[in-house]
């Protein structure tokens, strides 16, 4: 069966820290992708970042980066030098290649940044 | 870059009224998706539609819920007699075709039943 969890539920911090998003996911499926989308507070869910099973490649964008592992099964989201625009909820998901190729969210990480 | 574009961006109704929500996919794209979130939760997956048919619906997509692609550009979501616990956010989605990997979401219908 395919899940995500996040275990942490709300994340406070002062601006400037860093900070990590972690995400775990289970699948029996060698061939998945794995998403990190941002929901501010407007609604809308804003894509970050898809990564395949293959590609175990830790990436970084300006100051987002993720930490790919798939011996321990996480999908973890780095924020250096937060900043209080990144205040959100940051959702990770993955996506199955096989079947009706549907999302499985995680619950869900509220971040909070105070100046 | 194209979007998914979905109307309205809220909507109140009364419970046991009809409620149709409407997306409109981008126009190359094969296969669709309605997903809801209540409010405070996680995002979940709702039904999957392609070809002119459902090819996946979860748990929550019952009866009372249906899907049309009525006229090759609208794709819809009705729900025929609304309860409270409809109340939520609802996403559409679309996708390319079978190669492409992730979607791309609209940016919302908020249901409030009342």
């Known amino acids: 069966a395919q899940k995500v969890t996040q275990a942490q539920t709300e994340i406070s911090v002062v601006e400037k820290e860093d900070v990590t998003l972690d995400c775990v996911y289970e699948?029996?499926?060698?061939?998945?992708?794995l998403f990190w989308y941002k929901q501010p507070p407007s609604g809308e869910l804003v894509f970050l970042i898809r990564?395949?099973?293959?590609?175990?490649q830790n990436e970084i964008s300006g100051r987002y980066s993720w930490n790919f592992q798939k011996s321990t099964s996480s999908f973890n989201f780095t924020i250096t030098a937060s900043q209080v625009v990144d205040s959100a909820v940051y959702f990770c998901?993955?996506?199955?290649?096989?079947?009706?190729?549907?999302?499985?969210f995680g619950q869900g990480t509220r971040l909070t940044i105070n100046p | 870059e194209p979007e998914v574009t979905q109307t309205p961006s809220h909507q109140v109704t009364q419970m046991g009224q009809e409620v149709i929500l409407r997306c409109v996919p981008i126009s190359n794209h094969l296969y669709f998706y309605w997903y809801r979130q209540i409010l405070g939760q996680k995002v979940e997956f709702l039904v999957s539609f392609y070809n002119n048919e459902i090819s996946e619906k979860s748990e929550i997509f019952d009866d009372q819920f249906s899907v049309e692609r009525p006229d090759g550009s609208n794709f819809t979501l009705k729900i025929r007699s609304t309860k409270l616990e409809d109340s939520a956010m609802y996403f559409c989605?679309?996708?390319?075709?079978?190669?492409?990997?992730?979607?791309?979401f609209g940016s919302g219908t908020r249901l409030t039943v009342v």
């Open positions: 989605a679309s996708r390319r075709d079978s190669g492409t990997y992730g979607y791309t």
């Open positions: 990564r395949n099973s293959f590609d175990e």
């Open positions: 998901a993955q996506y199955l290649i096989q079947g009706a190729q549907k999302l499985v």
């Open positions: 699948t029996r499926d060698t061939t998945y992708y």
